[in-house]
Nanobody, 120 residues
Framework: ELQLVESGGGLVQPGGSLRLSCAAS???????????MHWVRQAPGKGLEWVSS????????DYADSVKGRFTMSRDNAKNMLYLQMNSLKTEDTALYYC??????????RGQGTQVTVSS
């Protein structure tokens, strides 16, 4: 299994931006470059919510309606890195953000998460 470590979260005002990163490593049976990858989030008191997905080569992305036009997902397979550029952040974007190898990940196929708090 891939080991995933997210970073880049923090406190930002509404309308601000953040860029999340996810580093993939570990003795996976398959290399990072063949995985569809995903970002999911969990707001306080709520379940996991799928945010975005990217194809293995990075040419195709998909976004939840709630973030479409504001978030951009990308990857660098040479560096085993995944990114989420988040612009025009809203208070409702406050959540723990995970990178994952599944749209509905269990604890074994996601990282530990990075906290994003949008507040004035």
């Amino acid at each position: 299994e891939l080991q995933l470590v997210e970073s880049g979260g923090g406190l930002v005002q509404p309308g601000g931006s953040l860029r999340l990163s996810c580093a993939a490593s570990g003795a996976s049976r398959f290399p990072f470059r063949i995985y569809f990858m995903h970002w999911v989030r969990q707001a306080p008191g709520k379940g996991l919510e799928w945010v975005s997905s990217i194809s293995p080569e990075g040419g195709t992305t998909d976004y939840a309606d709630s973030v479409k036009g504001r978030f951009t997902m990308s990857r660098d397979n040479a560096k085993n890195m995944l990114y989420l550029q988040m612009n025009s952040l809203k208070t409702e974007d406050t959540a723990l953000y995970y990178c994952a190898t599944s749209r509905l990940p269990t604890e074994t196929d996601r990282g530990q998460g990075t906290q994003v708090t949008v507040s004035s």
